[in-house]
């Protein structure tokens, strides 16, 4: 049983990993959740990290990951919902309605869920605790080719908003915004160049940005209901 442990879904790879990394190089007991296994998911085992497995789509599957994490954690200090899924929305509808069932799943739904379950965790951290949803830039202004996307992420942000209010003063609730921040694999070098054309900083920013946006929300003790935009002023093209 550990204490003030940073949960951090989503770890498995990419974004979620370098925010998994950074904490345990802080000294933070880290519980990782995954999805599908990774070379990265054995990285953080042999730091120390509990790894956690579930399928966010599945609800049993998200009950039994909670359940395992009641039993191998006295008390949360941060829970960080960076998993995601993204694709453009697809052009025949009936293939687009079982994608909107996915993304709310993963976004809105999965999220409620795992703080409405961890909630007395993040109550018995010996200090102020931290919820932190990373939601994206299209959130505000969404881009109609994945508006199913941007509106489940929408929808995170209108959540994480009740819950500051339901939550505070012990529990601090905040949102990440991401812009380009790592292309995925199928993102074609005319899209790269299209977007980070539209980006005012005008460069692929990697991990970093986030890492250090999660880190100032944690070590911020007046920030709650706050939405930041990490996007090298894209939102303003
Ligand atoms: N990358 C960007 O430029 C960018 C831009 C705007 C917003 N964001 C946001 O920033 C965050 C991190 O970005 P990212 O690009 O690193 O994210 P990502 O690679 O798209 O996904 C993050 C994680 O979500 C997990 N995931 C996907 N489907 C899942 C499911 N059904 N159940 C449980 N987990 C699932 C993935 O695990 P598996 O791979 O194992 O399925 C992956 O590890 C995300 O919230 C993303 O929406 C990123």
Request: net charge neutral.
């Amino acid at each position: 049983m550990q204490d003030d442990m940073i949960f951090i879904t989503g770890a498995g790879r990419r974004v979620g990993y370098a925010l998994a990394e950074y904490f345990l190089t802080q000294g933070h007991p880290v519980i990782g959740h995954h999805h599908r296994e990774s070379v990265e998911c054995e990285k953080l085992r042999q730091r120390g990290a509990l790894m956690v497995q579930a399928n966010f789509e599945d609800e049993d599957s998200v009950q039994q990951m909670c359940a395992q994490i009641e039993s191998q954690c006295r008390s949360l200090r941060a829970i960080i919902h960076n998993a995601s899924a993204f694709t453009k929305t697809h052009a025949d509808a009936e293939q687009a309605l079982p994608q909107f069932d996915q993304f709310y799943r993963i976004h809105m739904r999965t999220p409620w869920q795992i703080n409405t379950a961890l909630i007395p965790l993040l109550r018995a951290c010996s200090r102020v605790s931290d919820i932190v949803h990373i939601t994206d830039i299209y959130a505000d202004n969404p881009n109609p080719v994945y508006d199913v996307y941007c509106a489940s992420k929408a929808g995170l942000q209108n959540l994480s908003l009740s819950f500051a209010k339901q939550l505070a003063p012990k529990i601090k609730v905040n949102v990440i915004q991401p812009g380009p921040i790592l292309f995925k694999e199928w993102h074609s070098e005319a899209a790269k160049k299209a977007v980070l054309s539209e980006t005012l900083l005008g460069f692929e920013a990697g991990p970093e940005p986030i890492v250090k946006a999660a880190s100032a929300l944690l070590d911020n003790p007046y920030q709650t209901g706050a939405i930041i935009p990490v996007d090298g002023g894209r939102r303003l093209t």
